[in-house]
């Protein structure tokens, strides 16, 4: 059975600082491309930062400078860390697993609430 289970969501006022963690099954992680998107009220889900399976990353202009993706392979964990909050970051984030290799999987988890506000 494989998990992908996010953490680190809450509350936090603007300008905070926040880092979501998502851990995947260790039988998939070292081969799936890692990312983190975001759903907000009335809105589309939204990529926010990607990491392939061989480290290259991918940010979505709004939260470039502000966020910062990882991985520990190690861990089967990848980091999102969120600086400099606003409001528009409010959102609930989900972790992707997608496969990276000719066998396909798309592995969603289920989800983290952000809230930026004062």
């Known amino acids: 059975q494989v998990q992908v289970v996010e953490s680190g969501g809450g509350l936090v006022q603007p300008g905070g600082s926040l880092r979501l963690s998502c851990a995947a099954s260790?039988?998939?992680?070292?081969?799936?491309?890692m990312g983190w998107y975001r759903q907000a009220p009335g809105k589309q889900r939204e990529l926010v930062a990607s990491?392939?399976?061989?480290?290259?990353?991918d940010y979505a202009d709004s939260v470039k400078g502000r966020f910062t993706l990882s991985r520990d392979n190690v861990k089967n964990t990848v980091y999102l860390q969120m600086n400099g909050l606003k409001p528009e970051d409010t959102a609930v984030y989900y972790c992707?697993?997608?496969?990276?290799?000719?066998?396909?999987?798309?592995?969603w988890g289920q989800g983290t609430q952000v809230t930026v506000s004062t």
């Open positions: 992707n697993a997608r496969s990276a290799t000719v066998r396909p999987w798309n592995y």
């Open positions: 990491i392939t399976n061989i480290g290259s990353l």
């Open positions: 260790g039988s998939i992680f070292s081969l799936s491309n």
